[in-house]
């Protein structure tokens, strides 16, 4: 069997929409609402370009072609209006069944349900079975996961930093683009309302300086191309002011500080840039050119030196794991991914750092240890999430939001141990 089979994986994004007020419906027609879904299909890394879908509503047995896009969409033949060429399908909700069809590829049967309240992704990826993960290594970091209070404003794609124990949850999206604060309280398990900021935005990034939050580009509908300023938002006066732009405008990018700068890092429209913010002076300066073109990733601090990990560039999902000493301007390629991702978040925890869900991985908690550069599984999610935010107080991360969780406020509590 041809290896490439053995790798190829299916992503179903499945959303319900409400069409407008219940009417009295044939019984023929048998559901009285529709759904909305996209079907993915993926070679390991990479989209599929040409494959042929069989899409079949098992309510009724009805079954309909697509054909995947040169980004592995499913595209609809039929030429009836509203449905020639879109990646997003309206159909009734229920059952459905999908089979991947392509010269040399063995036929994959999935099956989804399509619900009427928020939105679910399944994936199934069909792993190499040689593909070896050499660098992953025996141990497990156990752990456990616990609810909280849920966030008061449901988001996507917001940011969040800890100031003095205390959570800060800032923009977002969630069917507008939001301009809210919302602090959580860990001790008390409650969260608050704060001063409305002066941007409204989402896939932007938020960094802590001398306890001042300095949040940066992201985009909204009046700045799609990227928001120029930055935004310092003060927590003990509840107030924002800006400072310079940001010279490259860019979005779903990362950012982390080193002595008391901060470097943004990639990002749509500046994919391997690097810009500095000096918060001492109010100023922006290049940095050096990244050697890994990426978006849709994390970045993170330890011992002054920044890990980027995972992302996706074009069709391409990363597993690829680089740290930058800022130091002494210098790049090192560390050990991959074990489960490539991209739109997830991570934390530190006592020097290691912890990666949390994101497409590709929706349930997957993966650890890297920079003492050892390895990999070690950590205690799965409770629900599939991507597009979320992550802090941490006390050596707990709280991870916040995300897509099909919208306003979850999940603790995980790590601890060791082995297989």
Not at 19 to 29: I, K, N, Q, R, S
Not at 210 to 232: F, L, Q
Request: hydrophobic content about 30%.
């Amino acid at each position: 069997m041809n290896k490439k089979i053995q790798q190829y994986g299916i992503a179903v994004f499945a959303t319900m929409a409400a069409v407008g007020t219940a009417v009295v419906l044939p019984e023929d027609t048998a559901l009285k609402q529709h759904g909305t879904f996209s079907i993915k299909v993926m070679y390991h890394k990479e989209a599929v370009e040409n494959a042929t879908l069989s899409l079949i509503d098992l309510n009724t047995r009805k079954e309909e072609k697509l054909r995947t896009d040169a980004f592995g969409y499913g595209r609809v033949y039929s030429h009836r209006k509203g449905f020639k060429g879109d990646r997003y399908h309206s159909r009734p909700a229920g059952t459905y069944s999908v089979f991947t069809q392509k010269e040399g590829i063995p036929t994959k049967k999935i099956r989804f349900f399509l619900t009427e309240d928020g939105f679910t992704e399944k994936v199934i990826v069909i792993k190499d079975p040689q593909r070896k993960k050499l660098t992953t290594d025996e141990t497990l970091i156990e752990g456990s996961w616990e609810e909280k209070a849920p966030m008061l404003v449901s988001k996507i794609n917001a940011s969040s930093n800890t100031v003095k124990d205390k959570i800060y949850v800032i923009g977002g999206w969630r069917k507008h683009y939001i301009n809210s604060v919302e602090v959580y309280h860990p001790d008390r398990n409650r969260w608050e309302r704060r001063s409305l900021l002066k941007y409204a935005r989402d896939h932007h990034s938020s960094s802590v300086v001398s306890k001042k939050v300095y949040i940066i580009a992201g985009h909204n509908h009046d700045h799609e191309g990227g928001i120029g300023p930055i935004e310092i938002y003060d927590p003990k006066s509840d107030s924002s002011i800006l400072g310079s732009p940001i010279p490259t405008r860019r979005y779903d990018h990362s950012a982390s500080v080193v002595k008391k700068e901060i470097f943004v890092f990639g990002g749509r429209q500046a994919a391997d840039s690097i810009e500095i913010y000096d918060t001492k002076t109010d100023t922006w300066r290049k940095g050096t050119t990244m050697p890994t073109k990426r978006t849709s990733h994390s970045s993170h601090v330890i011992n002054r030196r920044i890990y980027l990990i995972g992302g996706r560039y074009g069709k391409k999902v990363l597993d690829s794991v680089e740290a930058y000493d800022p130091l002494r301007n210098k790049w090192t390629r560390k050990a991959p991914l074990p489960t490539p991702r991209y739109s997830h978040s991570g934390c530190v925890i006592d020097g290691r750092i912890y990666v949390f869900g994101g497409k590709g991985a929706l349930t997957s908690v993966e650890v890297y240890d920079p003492n050892t550069n390895s990999w070690s599984q950590g205690k799965q999610l409770p629900a599939e999430r991507y597009n979320t935010t992550c802090s941490t107080v006390e050596g707990k991360a709280y991870l916040l939001g995300g897509s099909g969780t919208w306003n979850k406020n999940d603790v995980y509590s790590p601890r060791q141990g082995t297989n």
